[in-house]
């Protein structure tokens, strides 16, 4: 107000004077709704889980604090660490295969006098613009224990007996991990497909003057050259991994089966099925702590690798 | 190495990476072929040995069972509903934020802007029971509001359209027009919008695809059936004690037919959209 009386007492200055202040007003009017909405819905509940992590609560009656009872309860209950071990394994089990075979289709498609490139290319994005519930679904259901499943009869055309994938330690494993690879597959492919064709071609002309073989072209000139991008796909791949969820609930259902329950699974568990609030904020605060780990080991290997 | 040597080794690569590419889009097309055939079929075909793998006669009886358990319709429409207002919604915050950004000079504005890429980073379940219980007070329980409002907020699309607006609505024009009256607003909505429709395009198809998609969220949020979005629908198929499974992938094929169509046709910007916006990030 002031600011604009001033404004006012000195004529000359004022019309260069105002547009500067009107520009920041209204770039901060405009910047506004994100910073507003995200207090609400972002920063006021992040921080609220911080402090629900510390108290006992079921969501109706009063809080009580509890210290640090809550991460001790959910430390020692073996369920978490069954839940944090699946994790990892699914993580490891869906995304090496997905970024290795990515790597290799994408190869594939920018070798040079191949037709139907645009068919290939829309196949494999197909799957990513499936819902994730219905892939769960779909894949679900191929990956029926009787021996009509889906796979079990393919296995059974080999003499293979049925895999009782829904119950059996590995079976739930490989039947998630393989929902996640067929979802994902092709969305790295594209991605690493962009990454070589953003490869100068005189590079590898350079290269065969030079004598070099495809194996040689592969490893001193493409892989180094896609480095940032597998970094990237790395990253983003692994914390999906950690965040699974959909699939392993579609799968094995509301019984939370210990062979196939992962972090967030656990997490939902203890807050809508325990109504278990105080617990369930601990371990997102675990898992976040968790992420922030493997994301910063990420950073410092992509580093080390960089130089 | 001889010409004809060479020759031969070119066709077997070539021969080689036809088959590689062959096998994935058949391995990725597969598996809808395959929900088509099991919408289509009674139980007792899908529930023998060797299962069946050609369609049936039952797509009209599968699909009027998915309407006797759970609201089809109804689910659909929620999930448009939702995805479209928060699209449009975001669509039009984040490029005004962008373009604060990009063309607007105020105090903090650096600080500001790497405080949004920072909320990034934050995993969405760290603040998932307090969001659960602020919706909870705020009624918003059962309302599709819970997931437009919270949906607004989009890190990555103020940061998209930023970098978009930076380079490639010239300073020239934005002062051109205010030297001829323009209004800050009407810089923004009569220059710069007409400038950035590649880049709204991309922002939507992101966005709609992700609400659409969105499981967790709608899962704790909606407890009604009449508030379910479709995937939180189709869960109900398979949550029954009789398993049909030509029902259940029934439901499940009519609900990804929309949006597999609406990809086959704008199939490039579909591609690049996702892949070339992650990327940047």
Known sequence: MA?????????????????????AINGYLYISPFFLLFAVFGLFPILFSFYLGFQKWNGLGEMEYVGFQNFKLILEDPLFWKALGNTMIMWVLG???????????AYALNSALIKLKSFFRISVFMPYVTSTVAVAIVFGIMFNSQEFGLFNAIL?????????????????????????????????????????????????????????????????????????????????????????????????????????????LYLY??????QAFGPASATAIILFLIIIVISSINVLVANRIAR | ???????????????????????????????FYWM???????????????????????????????????????????????????????????????????????????????AILVTMMIPPQLGLIPQYIIITKLGWLNDLKAIIVPGLIDAFGIFWMRQYISSNVPDELVDAARIDGCSTFRVYWNITVPIIIPA??????????????????????????????????????????????????????????????????????????????????
């Open chain 1, 95 to 105: 995304t090496l295969p997905q970024l290795l075979i990515g790597i290799i289709l």
């Open chain 2, 1 to 31: 190495m001889s010409k004809t040597n060479r020759k031969v080794q070119l066709t077997i690569s070539k021969t080689f990476v036809y088959a590689l590419l062959a096998i994935a889009s058949f391995l990725a097309i597969f598996p």
């Open chain 1, 3 to 23: 600011q604009i009386q001033v404004e006012k007492q000195l004529p000359p200055r004022k019309s260069s004077l105002s547009q500067k202040t009107k520009n």
């Open chain 1, 156 to 264: 059974g055309n080999f003499g293979i007996d049925p895999v009782s994938w829904s119950t059996s330690e590995w079976g739930v494993k490989m039947a998630i991990s393989t929902m996640v690879f067929w979802r994902w597959v092709g969305y790295n492919t594209i991605i690493y497909l962009a990454g070589l064709q953003a490869i100068p071609n005189e590079l590898y002309e350079a290269a065969v003057i030079d004598g070099a073989t495809t194996r040689q072209k592969i490893q001193y000139i493409t892989i180094p050259m896609l480095r940032p991008i597998i970094i990237f796909t790395v990253f983003t791949s692994t914390i999906g991994a950690l965040q699974l969820f959909t699939e392993p609930l579609i799968f094995i259902g509301r019984t939370y089966r210990q062979e196939g329950i992962t972090v967030v």
């Open chain 2, 200 to 281: 709204f395009a991309t922002l939507a198809i992101i966005k709609f695809m992700y609400i659409w998609n969105d499981f967790l969220w709608p899962l704790v949020v909606l407890r009604d059936q009449a508030s379910f979005t479709i995937q939180v629908a189709l869960r109900g198929l398979i949550d029954n004690y009789v398993r049909d499974n030509g029902m259940i992938l029934s439901g499940t094929f009519w609900a990804t037919v929309p949006l597999i169509i609406v990809f086959l046709l704008l199939n490039k910007l579909f591609i690049s959209s996702l892949t070339e916006g992650a990327v940047k990030s």
């Open chain 2, 36 to 114: 088509f055939v099991m919408a289509t079929n009674n139980n007792s075909a899908i529930n023998k040995v060797p299962p069946a793998i050609i369609p049936g006669a039952e797509l009209v009886t599968n699909f009027s069972n998915v309407i006797n358990t759970i609201d089809f319709f109804g689910a659909i429409w929620n999930s448009v509903i939702v995805a479209t207002l928060a699209t449009l919604g975001v669509l039009f915050l984040c490029s005004l934020a962008g373009f604060a950004f990009a063309k607007l000079d105020f105090k903090g504005k650096n600080i500001l802007f790497v």
């Open chain 1, 269 to 274: 568990r203890e807050a809508f099925a325990n």
